[in-house]
């Protein structure tokens, strides 16, 4: 099992969730939902740290880079985000010979983000709209609907038996 979850099959496995774009907006907020968001956001490359144990579990950190724009209708406000979001997975056997990859789903708190923006209004704003709270709940909430597709789900469930087969089949 430790070599079928190895740290090179885990990240070569989330490769497509990572390096990806996430394009949002323009979606109204607030109250009347009179300001307007739109936000780009990249994916980087998955650090993984393994440990080995029973189970044998990881901790992934994704870095990402989002751009919003807040339209205020009177102004606009640009924000440059850097974070990661750290996801726990956990390796386990079920029968009949498969290996499964559990992922916790991220909450806000697993998304940690540094927030900037060039102007005191902006900062005041940052401030008075949880501008924080609500870039880390988006990110968390897409994360958490991306590793429950079926093509990732697909990857999460490594069937041995199957494998074994087609190398016997040469």
């Keep these: 099992m430790e070599y079928a979850a190895s740290s090179e099959r885990i990240a070569a496995a989330f490769g497509e969730l990572t390096g990806s774009t996430i394009d949002m907006g323009p979606i109204g907020v607030g109250p009347g939902r009179l300001a307007k968001v739109v936000a780009n956001a990249r994916l980087g490359e998955p650090e993984l740290r393994r440990y080995l144990g029973e189970p044998i579990t990881f901790d992934m950190a994704i870095p990402l880079h989002v751009v919003?724009?807040?339209?205020?209708?009177v102004d606009r406000h640009r924000f440059e985000v850097d974070g990661t979001v750290h996801l726990h997975l956990t390796v386990r056997t079920a029968a009949p010979l498969r290996v499964l990859i559990d992922i916790a789903e991220p909450r806000a708190g697993d998304v940690r983000i540094n927030v900037t923006t060039g102007t005191r209004r902006g900062q005041l704003l940052?401030?008075?709209?949880?501008?924080?709270?609500?870039?880390?709940?988006?990110?968390?909430?897409?994360?958490?609907?991306?590793?429950?597709?079926?093509?990732?789900?697909?990857l999460r469930d490594i069937d041995v038996a199957a494998r074994l087969d087609q190398a016997w089949r040469i």
């Design 68 to 73: 919003l724009l807040l339209d205020l209708a």
């Design 126 to 154: 940052r401030i008075l709209a949880s501008v924080d709270h609500e870039i880390r709940r988006f990110i968390a909430r897409y994360i958490a609907r991306e590793i429950r597709q079926p093509h990732i789900a697909a």
